[in-house]
């Protein structure tokens, strides 16, 4: 039986340049037994559906981009995923949005190299359109990680928004979720804004929470989210940094 495809990884195929040294190494996640879209390695990216028994709380990060996700799958035309600007090589994850639905999609994409990335192997037989996906990179360990906003459209379609869109997710029922910034300065993070609200209103498990990060400064910032449950005091944090593009 097939599992539902829900959180996790981005992988691509490379049209532009060559991994070489940063070939792609897959993760030690269960593919699903039988299944042609199990995740496993798929040429130059790492790609599929998976087993996971994963069932605590947490509040995560699930996509970066510029501009929000638009393509159609019956088009069958690859994504193109690049990181506009970035020197840096970047490793690249995309996730599905719908809780208990285990898809990853997992690669590094080279510095200025352009990724092509097909939707027929995995995406369409598993219907994860563009509302049911989140696509991120980052550089640094995971632990410390600098999110950096990608790229994504469709081959020979126009480039999307310049705007920077995050995107976090609760795995619980909320009835409240805040975000702030700081800048970073000599290599800390300063003093935190104000809370701002994510949501306005209490939300379901699983419902992903846009943020427009378009009026923070250019440069690395550092990001901060918290979420408490509708019934619970205590509140689930999530925080790393973000480099937000030139205006």
Avoid at 123 to 140: H, M, N, Q, T, Y
Wanted: with cysteine; charged share 20%; proline share 9%.
């Amino acid at each position: 039986m097939r599992p539902s495809c829900a959180a996790a990884l981005l992988c691509a195929c490379l049209l532009s340049a060559p991994l070489g040294a940063q070939e792609v190494r897959c993760d030690a996640l269960t593919p699903v037994k039988g299944s042609s879209t199990g995740y496993k390695k798929r040429g130059n990216r790492c790609e599929g559906v998976y087993v996971s028994n994963v069932g605590s709380l947490s509040l995560a990060a699930m996509s970066f981009t510029l501009g929000a996700l638009h393509f159609d799958l019956k088009s069958q035309a690859p994504l193109e995923v690049s990181a506009p600007g970035e020197p840096d090589a970047v490793n690249l994850r995309a996730v599905a949005m719908p809780l208990k639905t285990y898809y990853r999609m997992d690669t590094v994409l080279p510095p200025r190299a352009v990724f092509s990335w097909p939707v027929t192997d995995v995406l369409a037989p598993e219907g994860l359109s563009d509302s049911r996906i989140g696509v991120f990179g980052w550089k640094g360990s995971e632990q410390e990680r600098i999110l950096v906003p990608l790229r994504v459209a469709p081959h020979g379609s126009a480039p999307p928004s310049s705007k920077p869109l995050l995107t976090i997710q609760t795995s619980f029922a909320a009835q409240t979720v805040k975000w702030r910034w700081a800048p970073v300065v000599k290599g800390k993070c300063d003093a935190p804004g104000t809370w701002q609200d994510a949501v306005s209103r209490p939300i379901a498990a699983g419902w992903p929470i846009a943020i427009d990060l378009s009026k923070l400064p250019s440069g690395t910032q550092c990001f901060e989210a918290a979420a408490q449950s509708a019934d619970s005091t205590g509140w689930t944090k999530l925080s790393f940094r973000v480099d937000i593009p030139p205006r």
